[in-house]
């Protein structure tokens, strides 16, 4: 069975500074990997996602994410948080680009003036 | 992009009564759609997959008799949560995709509040 792990439940930042945001999966083959991004009482935005190719993968809002399959890894990164960025990040797997989710357990990012 | 509009965006009902979610995928067929549940602070947990024209596969679990999924056409799907109590109250979620292989998008969600 397939399942993500994002150990890291809240997150304070400053704004200006950098962000990375951790997710680990466990797949037995080739992953396809999502990250989404959730503002309170809202649906999700897909920020970006892994189905092959370069595993540093480049999306919206200026966040990125490296698969890594050695770490069984999806990290998502942004150089420099804006206050607008404070919202919940959610993780996700599924074998097939177009089958279901399984996701993880959500990080809430905070972001400090 | 392909967008997936669902209807009503919040609804309140009473304990015993049944309530309907819509679910739409306004340019594209979706062959296939997905009903998740989000309980408050917590992640999105799988309920249903539902394909056109066939009945829904159900996660371990769910109740399907509590949880009907109608997919009727290629662009609808229903979530109908019968005799509603206020444990069923819950932000739930759809997505719909078009063909194997491609991503599925989501909706904006319906919370649903049981009084």
């Known amino acids: 069975a397939q399942s993500v792990t994002q150990p890291d439940i809240h997150i304070t930042v400053s704004e200006g500074a950098s962000l990375e945001l951790r997710c680990n999966y466990s797949?037995?083959?080739?992953?396809?990997l999502f990250w989404y991004v959730q503002s309170p009482g809202q649906g999700l935005q897909l920020l970006l996602k892994?189905?092959?190719?370069?595993?540093l993968v480049q999306g919206i809002k200026g966040f990125e994410a490296e698969f890594k399959r050695s770490q069984s890894s999806f990290n998502l990164r942004k150089p420099s948080v804006h206050w607008s960025d404070a919202a919940e990040y959610f993780c996700?797997?599924?074998?097939?680009?177009?089958?279901?989710?399984?996701f993880g357990g959500g990080t809430r990012v905070l972001v400090k003036p | 992009g392909a967008v997936v509009s669902q209807h009503p965006s919040w609804v309140i009902c009473k304990s015993g009564t049944s309530v309907k979610i819509e679910c739409r995928s306004l340019d594209f067929q979706a062959t296939t759609m997905f009903w998740y549940r989000q309980f408050p602070k917590q992640s999105l947990m799988l309920m249903a997959t539902?394909?056109?024209?066939?009945?829904?596969?159900?996660e371990q679990g769910v109740e399907k008799d509590k949880f009907l999924i109608n997919h009727a056409s290629l662009t609808l799907s229903t979530l109908t949560v019968t005799s509603a109590h206020p444990e069923d109250s819950s932000f739930y979620i759809c997505?719909?995709?078009?063909?194997?292989?491609?991503?599925?998008?989501f909706g904006q969600g319906t919370r649903l509040t049981v009084v």
């Open positions: 539902s394909n056109e024209g066939s009945k829904a596969t159900y």
């Open positions: 797949y037995g083959a080739t992953p396809y």
């Open positions: 892994y189905f092959s190719g370069d595993t």
């Open positions: 996700a797997v599924a074998g097939s680009a177009g089958n279901k989710l399984t």
């Open positions: 997505s719909a995709k078009q063909v194997v292989n491609t991503e599925a998008f």
